[in-house]
């Protein structure tokens, strides 16, 4: 079974964090950083089976613990840091990877199973510009925008297809625990615009 998406809403949310990452200045720096520590991470330091011993972890401790983790200070985690042109974080591509197995057994259309043993490949292959991976998990990101948003979003039938792509262009682009946070807070009248 392929995962079927609108193109443009995986393009939009990996041209929006492709754009996030050259914004300039800290944000620039910050991803360059990112990127060289994921590579000499994963090139020196680990293997598959220590990766998935971070992986359960960061799993363990929840999505509150994974999102204290900002900016530079994700350089002490490195299974939190947000890779490549797509800026996707390997713990999620990880997540996104074992649903995938777990959802498409015995197919796999995306041709991602290449990374169940092997999880330095799948760091390197994210991080990689000309891999086709930033593309799949991408997919794979959208497509759990496109699943979420029917049971969790009111307003979902009522949208165009193109506010629906929008919609999954913001949802790939913010953690799921802080968008449920966000709509929480918003419906209970607890929330306030940032500035306020």
């Known amino acids: ?3 079927q998406r609108p193109p443009g809403a995986i393009i939009g949310a990996i041209l929006e964090e492709f754009n996030d990452r050259n914004e300039g200045g800290w944000a620039t720096f910050e991803q360059w950083a990112a990127d060289r520590w994921s590579d000499a991470f994963n090139n020196y330091f680990e293997s598959h089976e220590d990766m998935a011993a971070k992986f359960q972890k960061a799993r363990n401790f929840g999505a509150e613990w994974r999102e204290s983790f900002e900016g530079l200070s994700k350089l002490s985690e490195p299974i939190l840091l947000d890779v490549g042109v797509g800026n996707i974080q390997i713990y999620t591509a990880i997540e996104l990877l074992l649903d995938y197995r777990a959802r498409y057994a015995g197919s796999d259309s995306l041709a991602l199973n ?3 043993n092997d999880y330095l490949a799948l760091v390197r ?3 990689n510009p000309h891999s086709t ?3 799949k998990f991408a997919a794979l990101k ?3 925008a496109f699943e979420w948003a ?4 009111p307003n979902w039938e009522s949208l165009s ?3 629906k792509e929008a919609f999954s262009v913001y949802f790939y682009n913010i953690k799921l625990h802080a968008y449920q946070k ?3 807070e918003f419906f209970s009248g607890q929330w306030l615009p940032k500035g306020n």
């Open 114 to 116: 290449v990374y169940t």
């Open 142 to 144: 959208v497509q759990r």
């Open 161 to 163: 297809s193109l506010e």
């Open 182 to 184: 966000s709509r929480d």
């Open 1 to 3: 079974m392929a995962i």
């Open 133 to 135: 991976a930033t593309v």
């Open 125 to 127: 292959d994210l991080s």
């Open 150 to 153: 029917p049971q969790n979003a």
